[in-house]
């Protein structure tokens, strides 16, 4: 198959991650003979410098006009002290907007070969499997007004909560779609106790898992279900939940397989173009280094064959490599435990390459 990817490597690691990924989509454009064409297009700190602006109009236009959209990471401190409006963020955030990328899927799986590099126990982690669903054009990053200071003397400030009942209702909806695939349990999260956003996103959950009635649903605050992660991750299975929430829980939840280095994400529509990337930042403490964990970004590539591709098997030949390598040692410095040896970001992709090629071949 020809496919067209829009590859937006961003900032810090964003390169180094991005580069690994696209050995990867290469190992499999020839092992599976596809053709992968890709077109780079700059999003935050690198477009600011260059363009003058975190999000320029053709990476909007080439992201639109492919099949899928490869993202690594924006921002930096060079670019903290610009005004909002400036910020490479924000650019991160026009494009899932400009994409309509309401859906965030973020799955935590815990690698058997990764248990001991989590910080909790063995018994907390091991076979955790879960879903986090994170509503992603909506709520406090988008409401308006925003980031505004109130008062001429600076001395007050506003960002807005604003949901609109259908915003709800397409990512709860989404939820229990990808919950019938799975293990048939929803966990809405909220603030239903203080927030009335919080509170018509329950009763919209509500309504919704009406139209599912073999799917399970339960409503947790989301303070509980913060403390719940780590205290009892098995319990969950998809968790669905707005915008904010679903970026914190999902950093934490990330710990339970060992490190924000292994999460990837995909950010759908339904139509037009989805983007993945993964769910960690540019990471400037060990950017240039060499020393990034790629397979976050790997199991992004893995999700895009899978999703916007319908590559499964090619897909399914990029999850296996992963697994594998962890399984056979292999260990960037996030996940190593002392003693470990700790390989490269390019070495830790040689690896994955070589498995893939295995994985193909037997
Ligand atoms: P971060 O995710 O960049 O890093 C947090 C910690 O995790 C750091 O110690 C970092 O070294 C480590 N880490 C992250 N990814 C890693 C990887 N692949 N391998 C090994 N270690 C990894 O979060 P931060 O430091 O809070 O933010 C840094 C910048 O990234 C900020 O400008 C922030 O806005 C931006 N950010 C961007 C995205 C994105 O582009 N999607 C996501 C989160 C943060
Ligand atoms: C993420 C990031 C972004 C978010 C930031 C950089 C805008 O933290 O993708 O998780 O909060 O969505
Ligand atoms: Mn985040």
Do not use: C
């Not at 959209?69 to 903290?80: I, M, Q, R």
Request: net charge negative; no cysteine.
């Amino acid at each position: 198959m020809n496919k067209t990817i829009t590859v937006i490597p961003g900032d810090g690691i964003g390169p180094e991650v991005i580069q690994s990924a696209i050995k990867v989509l290469d190992t499999v454009a020839s092992n599976f003979n596809h053709q992968f064409k890709y077109q780079y297009a700059k999003l935050g700190g690198v477009a600011i410098d260059e363009d003058g602006t975190p999000l320029p109009q053709e990476t909007v236009d080439l992201s639109k006009k492919s099949d899928g959209v490869l993202l690594g990471a924006v921002g930096g401190p060079k670019w903290d002290t610009l005004p909002g409006h400036m910020r490479p963020e924000k650019g991160l955030l026009g494009i899932r907007k400009a994409l309509n990328l309401y859906a965030n899927l973020r799955p935590v799986t815990a690698y058997k070969a990764l248990i001991d590099a989590s910080t909790l126990k063995r018994e907390v982690v091991e076979d955790v499997d879960l879903m986090i669903v994170r509503e992603l054009t909506g709520g406090l990053y988008f409401g308006e007004p925003s980031e505004r200071r109130t008062e001429a003397d600076g001395e007050a400030v506003v960002d807005t909560l604003y949901y609109k009942k259908s915003e709800i209702e397409r990512i709860v909806r989404q939820a229990f779609e990808l919950a019938r695939l799975r293990r048939k349990k929803v966990t809405s999260v909220d603030k239903a106790n203080v927030l009335e956003s919080s509170r018509l996103w329950r009763e919209v959950a509500e309504a919704i898992g009406k139209e599912y009635p073999d799917i399970e649903l339960e409503h947790m605050l989301v303070d509980n279900a913060a403390m719940q992660l780590i205290r009892n991750p098995k319990q969950f299975d998809v968790v669905v939940t707005e915008n904010m929430f679903g970026d914190i829980l999902s950093d934490e939840a990330s710990m339970l397989t060992g490190s924000l280095g292994m999460l990837p994400s995909a950010s759908v529509s339904g139509d037009g173009p989805g983007l993945y990337e993964p769910i960690h930042g540019s990471a400037p403490d060990i950017a240039g280094q060499n020393k990034a964990n790629p397979l976050a970004t790997i199991s992004s590539v893995a999700m895009l064959l899978r999703y916007s591709f319908e590559m499964i098997e090619e897909a399914d030949a990029v999850d296996q490599a992963v697994t594998e390598v962890l399984e056979a040692g292999y260990r960037t410095g996030d996940i190593a435990q002392q003693g470990e040896q700790v390989l490269t970001t390019e070495e830790m992709t040689e690896k994955v390459i070589e498995r893939i090629q295995l994985v193909v071949t037997n």
